[in-house]
Nanobody
């Protein structure tokens, strides 16, 4: 059974930083594609960042230059470093994983088979 567990969310002032972490189990982590998505109240879930099994990365334009996605295959974790946070970054952030390796970047919700439960990030102005 695949499990993805996010942590690290919280309340931060605009301009601050947070580091989200996602611990994975039950899948072949080193060959999996990983992604972060977010969903604000009343909005659809949107792509934030992804990292391939070969460490290629891709970001949404809204976070490029502020967020970084990193994977640690020894610890089966994927992290999202978020800097210079803005109020519009407020959302529930979800970790996602896919066992498919045939395309990159994977930016759509339906391209991921496994999801975490989400962690709340709130940025105050």
């Amino acid at each position: 059974q695949v499990q993805l567990v996010e942590s690290g969310g919280g309340l931060v002032q605009a301009g601050g930083s947070l580091r989200l972490s996602c611990a994975a189990s039950g899948l072949t982590f080193s060959s999996s594609g990983l992604g972060w998505f977010r969903q604000a109240p009343g909005k659809e879930r949107e792509f934030v960042a992804t990292i391939s099994w070969s460490f290629s990365t891709y970001y949404a334009d809204s976070v490029k230059g502020r967020f970084g996605i990193f994977r640690d295959n020894a610890k089966n974790t994927v992290n999202l470093q978020m800097n210079n946070l803005k109020p519009e970054d407020t959302a529930v952030y979800y970790c996602a994983a896919t066992s498919y390796r045939n395309s990159f970047p994977r930016k759509r919700v339906e391209e991921y088979e496994y999801w975490g439960q989400g962690t709340q990030v709130t940025v105050s102005s």
